[in-house]
Every structure is written in structure tokens, then in C-alpha cells.
């Protein structure tokens, strides 16, 4: 390692391709590494860096590497981490003055720099979300638990919520306690890291610069996973529109609508936007 900036990225369990970087957005200054468990991965524009899985879980080894910036890639002052699912869009090569790197003066005031969320704005909204029969992609024995904790030290609603595929950061003390915490608790809760990631800047009053959503379309291009994870079978099976789900804030029931992904909170209300309830109490 010879120089002070990385930018990296992490693939496990072939979940995703790896995207090459356009040859005119390397920089000499900045490293490139690609860590993997995949032994057949090349690449013209990053380093390939073997790992090892953590506990026979590629998903937890990912975002073990992806978090903990102060152990495998301790000796950098800042780094910026993109998914795998991700690729630096071509406008970096035309249009320099709005380039990616532009961000890093902005880690002279902030300890990290991120995009928000493309829709919603709330952890506990999130955490509904995960639990849609739809998604199928958590359960409650891992969001429940997580979101009655955050409850009970009275993290806010509608505190922000961000996109965690593109973290730029600044190796701070700060830092590197946040990461630390937000480790933890994906390890101990969900893999979802995204839903407990508000909650740690809050916690340790880390200074954190939130991007418009729409600017990530600008450097980024989102891919589909090479492994998609499907709705429950039994979806397809159902005659009715409206399946009960589960709200792990408000502890109770709510409706979602597979079809145009509406929610009810009682069957018998008029159809309304996602998570009406939340929208309504924030307000006060």
C-alpha cells in the first residue's frame, strides 16, 4: 500500500459480477482492490484480494469487509466503497467537473459521505418493509428484536434513511467506533445493513454528509445480482390482493398489496400510501 485513498469493493458466494473501471477514472494517487472469495476472479483495473469466509457466511464475510474499515484496510485515510452490484458510469470520463472525487472535499467537514435512500426515509419504516411477505428476505427473529432496541433508546422516526452500496469515508476515531457498533449489530441482528446503519451515526454523533438520491444515478449504475432473491411461492397461490404483514415499530398488523404494493392498516380504510401511519405521526 503506498498510497493514502482506496476505493474497493467486495464480492462473496458469486453474488455479482465484477464491473471494471473506466481507464480514465483511475488516478495514480488512489488504490483500487477488489476483495473476494472467488478464486477465478480477474481483473484489468482492480487488485484482487483473497478472503477468507467468516463463519461459513459469505453474506456476513461481505459485510464484515465492507464495515470494518479498520482492520483489513486500516492504514488509509479515506476510502470509498462501492457494491458490487455497481458500476462507475462513463459521464466520470466526459464530464470531470462533476466526477465521484468531487466528494472527498467534502470529507474536510464530514466524517462520511453517502446518498440517501431512493424512497423512504425512516429506519422503522425499513423495518416493516423487510417483514412484506413480498420480500420474504428477513424474518422477524432477526428485524424485531433490532427495531425494539432502537425504540428503546428513542432513535427517532424519520431520522434518514441511506443507501449503503456507495460509503465514502474518513478513517477517523469516530469513524472507526461507528463502524465498529454497526458491525456488531448486523452480526447480532440482521444482515440488512441499511437498518441499523442511521442508528450508529446517530448514536456516536457522527458527522455525516446525505447526497440527493437522484445524484447517485449520475456516477453510479445499478446491476441486477447475478442471485436474485424471489418472493415466497406462495404468493402465486393466493386469490386475494391484500395479505396481512407485520409493523415490528407499532407492534401489530398492517396489509400490503402485492400487486400495486400499497398498504392498509385495517382492511375496511381506503387504500393508502406506504406506511401511512408513520407519515402521520411525524407530522405531530
Known sequence: ????????????????????????????????LCL?????????????????????????TQRYYKIVINNYIKDYDISIYIDGKISIRNQELTQPQVSLY????????????????????????????????YKQIEVKENVIPLIQKLKSENFPKKYSLNDTCILIRKHSDNIVKTMELWFSLVEKYSLRDQLSFMYCIWKNNTKIKLLESELQNIYFKTNPHLKIEKPQKYWKKKKINWLECYDPYENCPYYFNYKNRLCKWDLNDACSEEHY????IGKK
Not at 473476494?36 to 456476513?60: A, G, V
Not at 467534502?106 to 419504516?125: G, S
Not at 401511519?277 to 402521520?280: G, H, R, T
Open 1 to 32: 500500500m503506498k498510497n493514502k485513498i482506496v476505493l474497493y469493493t467486495i464480492i462473496t458466494n458469486n453474488y455479482d459480477e465484477l464491473k471494471e473501471l473506466p481507464d480514465k477514472f483511475i488516478r495514480k494517487d488512489i488504490d483500487y
Open 36 to 60: 473476494t472469495d472467488d478464486n477465478s476472479i480477474i481483473s484489468e483495473t482492480y487488485q484482487i484480494i483473497k478472503i477468507d469466509t467468516i463463519k461459513n457466511n459469505p453474506k456476513l
Open 102 to 133: 468531487n466528494f472527498l472535499f467534502k470529507l474536510q467537514e464530514y466524517d462520511l459521505v453517502t446518498f440517501k435512500h431512493y424512497k423512504r426515509d425512516c429506519i422503522y419504516k425499513e423495518g416493516a418493509v423487510l417483514l412484506h411477505p
Open 277 to 280: 401511519k408513520f407519515l402521520e
